[in-house]
């Protein structure tokens, strides 16, 4: 593959983790090949009359451990190399975090900002019958990313059903609490890295009360952690969107600019000094949080980052070259696989749910989402301590274990090797 290729980038990763695994070579081999990665064309009746060709995509990158399970994401920038990229974070981050699924994602190369309501739902349940039998509950279950929502989500949902005659809320996550999504599921990502934050308090000596952030990308996930943080004490003072950032050293009204940005207005109109967004990821702050999209940190900016630690709620936001050097220095960096898979973790309530047809409180959302971040951080913090390795090979590492585990299983070159040979 190209060198610019995320797939290529993905993969530098598994290779140090390789390093340090108890998989067998076979098995780091065998996942660095996706299983499957559909192409898909979807016409779409606009509003106009006219007829317009979408293309998506889905990719299954293994099921070993489960059925595939990742988001969809309706952008621009959407291409066969980026879904397998992001299918195979999502099979690391499920083992990282130990919920019984593979990794899969989808994609439509698409500006959603561009579409009526109407042409999005047709849109939507387009790339559900393109895709046909790629997704189900038992196989590969989607859920929201980018530029989707629990409105599509619903959508989606409603058209399988439609498909197979009867209704299938399991077959994706992230839906509307009253056609069977989770509650707690619309906050996940940003609550499970704010979880990951309450435990480096610890570990990093963060404070609330004095302790501050940037948060870079102020979408859902990027929202509601500084919504949780802020309310915890912690002084949000700098955050961004695509059109640019915002920054103010006496801490910004989380809520207020939620509103603001809400109401479809930039992030850089609201009150406080207008920075860029390269300024933004070189403040100097405590906690830096990624929450935009991929190679966002790269060997350009990275000599420049002040933080102590970045939690990485975006997918891939840091480059492998960004990330060596982030290694060397003072920046503790949460990996995207561990930091935003509070998302997947509640995805994964929630389609427990549907499946036995019973429904959890809110705060037994919160508790078992707790106790998982917080026992995977740890033991990921202690084979990091322990092998004197970043936090981000750790955390392949740890994944890898299990996914080794997984495949191995069903039996290496050991158990079929010839005695002898
Ligand atoms: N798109 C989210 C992610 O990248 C959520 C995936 C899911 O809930 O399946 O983790």
Known sequence: MASSSVYAEALKRLDLAAEHTTAAPEIVEKLRHPKRTLEVSIPVRMDDGSLRVFTGFRCRHDDTRGPGKGGIRFHP??????????????????????IPYGGGKGGIIVDPRRLSQTELERLSRGYVRALGDAIGPETDVPAP?????????AWMM????????????????????????SLGRDDATGRGGYYILKELERVRGL???????????FGNAGQHFARLAAADGYRVVAAGDSRGAIHDPAGLDVEALTDHKESGKPVSDFKGTKITNDQLLELDVDVLVPAALENAITERNAPNIKARVSIELANGPTTAAGDEI??????????????????????????????????????????????????????????????????????YTHALNRLGEAHGALGTRNLFAKKGS
């Open 145 to 153: 990313d980018v530029y989707t929502n629990a409105q599509i989500m």
């Open 207 to 217: 404070k609330p009360g004095s302790s501050t952030v940037a948060i870079h990308g």
């Open 326 to 395: 982030l290694a060397k220095s003072k920046c503790l960096v949460i990996p995207d696989i561990l930091a935003n898979a509070g998302g997947v973790t509640v995805s994964y309530f929630e389609w427990v749910q549907n499946k036995a047809g019973y429904y959890w409180k809110l705060e037994e959302v919160h508790t078992r989402l707790r106790e998982i971040m917080s026992r995977e951080f740890n033991a990921i913090y202690a084979l990091k301590e322990a092998k004197g390795i970043p936090m981000r090979t750790a955390t």
């Open 158 to 181: 409603d058209e399988y059903s439609t498909m197979h005659g009867a209704p299938c809320p399991a077959v994706i996550t992230g839906k509307p609490v009253p056609l069977g999504g």
């Open 77 to 98: 920038d959407v291409s066969a190399d980026e879904v397998r990229a992001l299918a195979f974070w999502m099979t690391f981050k499920c083992a990282t975090v130990g």
